[in-house]
């Protein structure tokens, strides 16, 4: 492994002495990617050190064997080292897998209620919460686009930015159907009801990402209207954006200015073109790019929240928890701690194929 590693702390020394090259500071875009570069080389050169200074160790602890003073210690010494050096050659490995460029971009953040009329609605108002309680433990920023909402406060359809470092690494398997299992408000007679809300999460793509023709747009202006709420347009400033090609139609009503309901409707728009551009490129190598803890198609049902036996479960990784109240109140590190790692396992299986 070491021999296919030998470049990392030469190109980190060499990243080191470019970001303090003055030219390069002068470009600032040039600098912000080489930043990028040697903070992603930084762990992983230390990873390196670490894993030499075991190998190293156990061939230290292999010579002491032949001492008969120093035989249990080093016995002792070599059993741990093995124990430990299968851990450090997995950890480099999860530092060498491809990275999906989209990770660390912010994410657009789509819920729509599904089956179920009302209660799916509510239920699309639960998940949104969700997010945003996770959002705000993670010290994200959640930023709202448009919604529709029903008279009890449902969401119709909701649209969020969430801001942050990693927001889409870790959002991202949250794609799907979603289906809750529990008695409805609604629900005179105390019968259970199951009801669905799908969950879209798109990398928000800037203007380099997707190039918008603005001859390809039309833009229409009309009265905001609809119930009150966090989500909910305050304004009569309200955008809609056509992108004729695609059939693509984006509406923002969240701000008092024309001008900045356009600018997140483009927002939004760019996200939901750079989305299909890459599903129409994943279709072409789908066995591929496929990742095992599902497809992250929002016809696929991924979790269901059962109120009634207060559990979650995720059907991708067959996992279940009992602690309901908390995930939906945003801890819901359990499970995608798990999706992720799943991930990477299913990853690391194809690089050794």
Not at 39 to 58: F, I, K, N, Q, T
Not at 306 to 312: A, D, I, L, P, S
Request: hydrophobic share 35%; proline share 3%; charged share 30%.
């Amino acid at each position: 492994m070491l021999d296919k590693l030998d470049w990392v702390q030469p190109r980190l020394e060499e990243l080191g002495a470019l970001l303090s090259d003055p030219a390069v500071v002068a470009d600032q875009e040039k600098w912000r990617a080489l930043m990028r570069e040697h903070s992603r080389l930084e762990p992983l050169a230390a990873a390196v050190a670490r894993y030499e200074g075991m190998l190293l160790s156990r061939e230290e602890a292999k010579a002491m064997l032949s001492d008969p003073d120093m035989a249990d210690m080093a016995r002792e010494e070599l059993a741990q080292l093995e124990a430990d050096i299968p851990a450090a050659e997995r950890e480099i490995q999860l530092m060498l897998l491809p990275r999906d460029p989209n990770d660390e971009k912010n994410v657009v953040l789509e819920i729509r209620g599904g089956a179920g009329g009302e209660e799916a609605a509510l239920f699309g108002t639960l998940l949104l919460r969700m997010y945003t309680r996770y959002a705000e433990r993670r010290g994200w920023r959640v930023e709202p686009m448009s919604a529709s909402m029903t008279e009890l406060g449902g969401v119709k359809e909701a649209v969020v930015t969430v801001i942050g470092e990693g927001a889409y690494s870790r959002l991202k398997y949250e794609s799907g159907v979603h289906r809750v299992q529990r008695i409805p408000v609604t629900e005179s007679n105390g019968k259970r009801q199951t009801s669905t809300a799908t969950v879209a999460v798109l990398p928000e793509a800037q203007e380099v990402d997707v190039v918008i023709d603005e001859n390809d747009l039309r833009i229409d202006t009309y009265r905001a209207s609809g119930h009150g709420g966090q989500y909910i347009n305050r304004t009569d400033s309200a955008v809609r954006i056509v992108h004729a090609p695609s059939g693509i139609v984006v509406t923002c009503q969240d701000e008092k200015s024309q001008l900045k309901n356009k600018e997140k409707a483009m927002r939004v728009l760019r996200s939901r073109l750079y989305d299909k551009m890459q599903s129409e490129a994943d279709a072409v190598q789908s066995a591929d790019r496929r990742a095992q803890v599902g497809t992250g198609d929002r016809s696929e049902r991924i979790r269901t929240y059962n109120f009634n036996e207060g559990r979650v479960s995720d059907h991708r990784i067959g996992k279940t928890i009992y602690s309901i109240d908390a995930f939906v109140d945003g801890d819901m590190d359990e499970i995608l701690d798990e999706l992720i790692f799943t991930d990477q396992q299913e990853r690391l299986k194809k690089l050794g194929r």
